[in-house]
């Protein structure tokens, strides 16, 4: 089956610096990668999410890259601010809306 | 707005006891999903169900079953709890194979004594 790999677990940054976080998957027929944030006490709630026809998407300060031959895709935060501080899972599956397997979530912590 | 509806935040059982964690979704979705948090482990898949009265297994459904006996509602079942099945458990939905986001629920904290 599918397995994600996710790097690194935590990461801290200022406030204002990019953070990037990055994942690989194993599964050659996975199509879907979606990105999830969970802060304190909530469900993850998804952020951005890309198909494997397209090799990056962007969202305001968030953009999601695709490399579907090395079989990995990160996630690019920029300018980033204190609110941003929250856990991030990378997931992957065959098809949007269908079962995702995770990767283990990075602990982004941004100080002001 | 979309909805998942976990009916226990917090639970504290005693091994072998029998356990319900219901979750409830007002969106009409096909889809449900049970998986389980831990530190350190990310999330992992627990069991899933695609219609009503169908399930799949995910990649621990060991010491679970669940039920799906109507669209909106998806119960996970600790038949006899233990201490190893403390952890944060979360539901999600979505609306059909091929489209969208998971939704997830706030999550139930089982502690298993």
């Known amino acids: 089956g599918e397995n994600v790999e996710q790097h690194p677990s935590t990461l801290s940054v200022q406030e204002g610096d990019s953070a990037v976080i990055k994942c690989t998957y194993s599964?050659?027929?996975?199509?879907?990668f979606p990105w999830y944030k969970q802060e304190l006490g909530k469900g993850p709630q998804l952020i951005i999410d890309i198909r494997s026809n397209v090799g990056e998407k962007k969202d305001q300060r968030i953009a999601v890259t695709l490399n579907k031959t090395a079989k990995h895709f990160s996630l690019h935060i920029t300018e980033t601010q204190p609110e941003d501080s929250a856990v991030y899972f990378c997931a992957a599956s065959r098809q949007a809306g269908t079962a995702l397997i995770f990767g283990k979530g990075t602990t982004l912590s941004v100080s002001s | 707005d979309v909805k998942v509806t976990q009916s226990s935040r917090y639970l504290v059982k005693r091994t072998g006891e029998k356990v319900f964690l219901e979750c409830v979704q007002d969106?009409?979705?096909?889809?449900m999903f049970w998986y389980r948090q831990d530190p350190g482990l990310g999330l992992r898949l627990i069991y899933f169900s695609y219609d009503v009265k169908m399930k799949e297994k995910g990649d621990i459904p060991e010491g679970y079953s669940v039920s799906r006996e109507k669209k909106e509602r998806f119960s996970l079942i600790l038949e006899s709890a233990s201490t190893n099945q403390t952890s944060m458990y979360l539901c999600a939905s979505s609306p059909r194979p091929g489209s969208g986001e998971l939704f997830f629920g706030e999550g139930s904290r089982l502690t298993v004594l």
């Open positions: 599964d050659s027929a996975s199509n879907y």
């Open positions: 969106m009409d979705h096909e889809n």
